[in-house]
């Protein structure tokens, strides 16, 4: 059996695994996929959110388990792992990025960003100050992250968004190779993702290899628009991760 812990990305909540959970414990796994604070209804204030504070939250979650857990994390959660791992290294099996954020330590994610992602912001909902992003148009949200997806799930998805800071974006991540760099890592890249293509998630893996790596023919949420063929590949991802011992 394997534990694993699903960090949603940015907007969405620990609901976007909803398809995956049921899949993972049907095959006899453990699956948690939390809320990060301020998000998919989780109480805590915006305003007292941080990169820092996620990957605490996400730490604290990885020492309660019973065993070392692999982290999933899909688009804007690939900074909060890589955070997590900086933390925790010894108590993670590994890391899995689902077209996430791999970004190298002293950079940060509007620095390694995709174009297209950035230039999407610049087409968001926000606050006067720009500090929080409230949600896309319909139809702009549906063809950034939902272009293969089911419409009418799609919808719901889009409902279900919440307010989001942008100044993790801009916070660099303090990660090293001694801590986050010996956890291992893979990746599952998106063959026709609009909000981070495939060109940017290949130049990262570059930057950051990943091994293995599973291409899927898929938009930016893999998890609503193919759930079967991404719970399989989580399972076979798992298992090619070395063993490491259960806690004592």
């Not at 099996?93 to 940060?108: F, K, N």
């Not at 409230?134 to 089911?150: H, K, P, S, V």
């Amino acid at each position: 059996m394997t534990t694993f812990i699903l960090i949603h990305g940015g907007l969405h909540g620990g609901w976007c695994w909803e398809h995956v959970v049921p899949r993972l414990e049907a095959a006899g796994h453990k699956a948690l996929a939390p809320n990060l604070p301020g998000m998919g209804g989780d109480p805590t204030p915006l305003e007292q959110t941080s990169l820092a504070g996620n990957a605490d939250f996400v730490a604290d979650l990885v020492r309660r388990q019973s065993e070392p857990p692999v982290l999933v994390a899909h688009s804007m959660g690939g900074i909060t792992i890589s955070e997590t791992a900086e933390r925790v290294p010894e108590r993670l099996r590994g890391l899995v990025y689902v077209v996430a954020d791999l970004v190298p330590g002293g950079m940060s994610m509007g620095e390694s960003g995709s174009p297209e992602l950035m230039s999407a912001i610049g087409h968001a909902i926000t606050t006067p100050d720009g500090s929080v992003t409230l949600g896309f148009e319909t139809e702009y949200a549906i063809d950034l992250f939902y272009n293969r997806t089911d419409r009418a799930i799609a919808l719901r998805a889009i409902a279900r968004l919440t307010p989001q800071l942008l100044a993790p974006m801009a916070q660099r991540l303090a990660v090293t190779p001694e801590r986050f760099g010996r956890v291992p890592r893979a990746y599952v890249e998106c063959l026709d993702d609009h909000a981070v293509p495939l060109s940017m998630q290949r130049r990262e893996q570059k930057a950051l290899p990943c091994h293995p790596v599973v291409t899927m023919d898929s938009d930016h949420s893999p998890f609503l628009c193919a759930p079967e063929e991404l719970t399989r590949h989580l399972i076979a991802i798992a298992e090619a991760f070395p063993t490491v011992p259960a806690y004592r």
